[in-house]
């Protein structure tokens, strides 16, 4: 059953006020706790027990699939493996994330490694949110590694956030494309006290034509710290582009570390990065991540400056 922290936490990291329709997995502090499948999408516990598989019948047109996470038993570092199997000419939207509630001193986490084996034409959207809350002082630590591998044409877009009181977090994204595949990836990180992040992307653009775009937004608040790194391997005619945006309050730091390669003739490959404190052409990015107009404009000089530059449906 799901009580009122459950609810709390589902709503923040995957927006569910209740049981979705369709297909979903939900797991409660390393146990399933409830699990519907539907006609084109099978979801079962994989073979060692480590996790699920997913799989989604080619063809299939509009349908989603929530595998949220959802933490708050103490001393608990949970660990899942799932796999994502998407068949040919396939559209479907993924829905992740994980919730952790702290209400002690001892430490909880969760590491979710994913792999998605996307098929030919097949489009998703993955969408991912970690989101950390309660007076427990243990350190909460939230470890994802997203690994995609699109077969000729697939399509994937990943939207991924870290919302608020994550302590420690390490993700890895790594993905190889094949021929005339597109790969979008936006990732969104928010730290604040002493949190730290660290974010390491490899992506190959292995396939002729393929393209890949890697956009990174972070605000570093308090003392904490984020690390970024983003590498784009191009072994074939093709694009790539890495943009990074951190901005930095308070006595936060980062470290942004973007790099090319190139291993053909016909490649190209871009990238552009910026650290500097808040500016008034920023104001969308740090709302994009949570705060609220008033957090973001933190004096009279700054409100009346975006008063006049975005007007008041900034509000929030």
Do not use: W
């Amino acid at each position: 059953m799901l009580d009122a922290i459950d609810k709390t936490l589902l709503k923040t990291v995957a927006d569910l006020e209740e049981l979705p329709k369709g297909a979903y997995n939900i797991r409660k502090n390393g146990k399933l706790l409830s699990r519907h499948v539907s006609a084109n999408i099978n979801i079962e516990t994989n073979a060692d027990e480590t996790g699920i598989i997913v799989k989604i019948k080619p063809g299939t047109k509009n349908e989603s699939v929530h595998i949220p996470v959802i933490l708050s038993q103490a001393g608990l570092y949970d660990v899942v493996y799932n796999s994502f199997i998407v068949g040919d000419d396939a559209e479907v939207t993924i829905v992740a994330g994980c919730g952790i509630h702290c209400g002690t001193s001892d430490p909880e986490g969760h590491a979710g490694i994913h792999e998605f084996r996307v098929g030919k034409k097949a489009k998703v959207t993955y969408v991912e949110k970690h989101y950390a809350s309660g007076d427990g002082k243990g350190r909460r630590t939230l470890n994802p590694t997203t690994k995609v591998f699109l077969a000729e044409g697939a399509h994937v877009e990943m939207e991924l956030t870290q919302i608020a009181g994550v302590d420690e977090a390490n993700r890895v994204n790594e993905a190889v494309l094949g021929p005339g595949s597109l790969l979008l990836i936006t990732e969104r990180v928010l730290t604040d006290g002493d949190q730290t992040a660290v974010s390491t992307n490899n992506i190959v653009l292995s396939g002729a034509g393929s393209r890949a775009n890697m956009i990174s937004r972070s605000v570093m608040k308090g003392n904490s710290r984020q690390t970024f790194y983003a590498t784009m391997d191009a072994q074939n005619k093709c694009y790539g582009h890495i943009e990074c945006d951190a901005i930095i309050m308070d006595n936060g730091a980062n470290e942004t570390m973007p790099s090319l390669k190139a291993g053909h003739p016909d490649a190209e490959l871009t990238h552009e990065a910026s650290i500097g404190k808040i500016a008034n052409d920023q104001l969308t990015k740090l709302m994009s991540l949570g705060l609220t107009y008033d957090q973001v404009c933190q004096n009279k000089k700054d409100r009346n400056e975006a008063d006049v530059m975005f007007g008041d449906h900034l509000k929030i």
